[in-house]
């Protein structure tokens, strides 16, 4: 078992899809939110999932999202839901039982009073993914290129297995996980060269950052 795995999220194309498959990803990500540069419809998602082997785990990227796109996204082949908007534990229960897929839930995080979030949901979702909180206003709950302060994890008691993400990129993930004990790591923005463009050399070298931990 490697010490660190990564999600590569937001990806949109089959060469870019490929890079994280090659470079080691345990996971991708595809965002079905209209408001992204990364938004994919479900057709297009099909289309990358069906060329992506079956240990690698694909995660959809939801924000409130209804029954009707949920349903359509799902059945494109997805692995887990990971939910990045205002949604309450009950709204996060009743979306996993209906699918019966793994259950992310992202806590938005600028202070350590925010990560007292995470446990309201211990039961409804089986993983916390921490992302920097966005400023109010911002198109995007996430995917943003935005950190915070790694330092607040020290010493927090995880309620659920959790994954860390905001600002990651390869030149800093190795302090990240050192400082927060990560064990999975999400990046966006820190493979790309702008919003919704990732670039396979990034790829590789966030993961060969990823696997040298
Ligand atoms: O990436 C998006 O466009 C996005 C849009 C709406 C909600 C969530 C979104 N991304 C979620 C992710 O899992 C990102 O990987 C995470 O926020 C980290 O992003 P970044 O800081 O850009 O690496």
Redesign the pocket.
């Known amino acids: 078992m490697p010490r660190l795995t990564a ?1 590569i ?2 990806l949109s194309t089959a060469d870019t899809l490929a890079a994280a498959i090659k470079g080691g990803a345990s996971h991708v ?1 595809f ?1 079905f ?1 209209p ?5 994919l419809h479900p057709e297009q998602a099909a289309a990358l999932i069906a060329g992506a082997p079956d240990p690698v785990m694909k ?1 959809g ?3 409130d999202p209804d029954d009707a796109l949920l349903d359509r996204a799902v059945a494109t082949g997805l692995d887990a839901i ?1 939910l ?2 205002a949604e309450p534990p009950e709204r996060v229960a009743a979306i996993r039982a209906r699918h019966g897929l793994e259950l992310w839930k ?1 806590v938005p995080v600028r202070t350590r009073a925010d990560l007292a979030a995470a446990a309201s949901y211990r039961g409804a979702a089986d993983r916390i ?1 921490y ?2 909180k966005t400023p109010k206003g911002a198109d ?8 915070f302060d790694w330092k607040l994890l020290d010493g927090f008691r995880h309620p659920l297995p959790w994954a860390l ?5 390869a030149g800093n993930v190795a302090e990240a996980a050192g400082i927060t004990g990560a064990r999975l790591v ?7 060269n702008a ?2 463009v990732k670039d396979v050399d990034k790829i590789a070298a966030f993961l060969q950052s990823v696997a040298r931990i």
Do not use: Y
């Not at 408001?35 to 938004?39: A, C, Q, T």
């Open positions: 999600k999220c937001g990500g965002v939110f408001k992204s540069p990364r938004n995660v990227v939801f924000v990971q990045h908007g992202a993914l992302d920097a995007l709950p996430g995917g943003m290129g935005l950190r993400s905001g600002g990651l990129d999400d990046v966006s923005s820190g493979v790309e919003p919704g």
